[in-house]
C-alpha cells in the first residue's frame, strides 16, 4: 500500500521564481543535493522538458528514475509520475505554488513512494521524509539566494 507523504513551506520568492527553478531540470545538481545527473529525454510542443531520466542518492546508494511531467496546472502546479525505476516502482508527486499571504510562496508538496525492495515502515517513512524536507530546504536556500528573474510563467 501506497502512502502519500505531504510536506509544506514558505519560500521568500515570487511563484514565478519558484516554478522557474523547479522546471530547469538540467540544473537540479546546482541545488537540489541528492540529484547527481539529469537528461531530459523528450520535451512537448511547449518545449518543455516532458520526460526527465534522474540519477539521485537515495537509500544510501545510487538509483535512477525517469518521471513524466505534467503541466496542467502550470505556473501554480508541477505534477509528475514515474515510469521507470531501478528502486522504486512508484515515485509520483506534485508541487503546488501559492502566493503566501505574507509574501513569497507557499508549496506544497504531496509524494507517493513505492519502493521494490522491502523496507520496513518506519525505514521507508524516514527516507521519505528526508527526501522531501530536504529536497524543500535546499530548493528554498537556492531560490533565496537568487536575483528575482524575468522568466515568464510555464516557460
Known sequence: ???QVVERMVIAASPEDCYAVLTDFEHYSNWAADVK???VNSTDDQGRASVVT???AAF???TSYTLRYDYEGAPSALAWVQVDGDLTGQLDGRYQLSPSEG???DIEYRLV???KVPLPGF???RAEGRIMVTALKDLKSFVE???PSSTPPGR
Open 1 to 3: 500500500m501506497q502512502e
Open 37 to 39: 545527473a539529469v537528461h
Open 54 to 56: 534522474f540519477r539521485a
Open 60 to 62: 544510501g546508494r545510487s
Open 103 to 105: 509574501g513569497g510562496t
Open 113 to 115: 513512494v513505492d519502493l
Open 123 to 125: 525505514v521507508k517513512r
Open 145 to 147: 539566494a537568487k536575483e
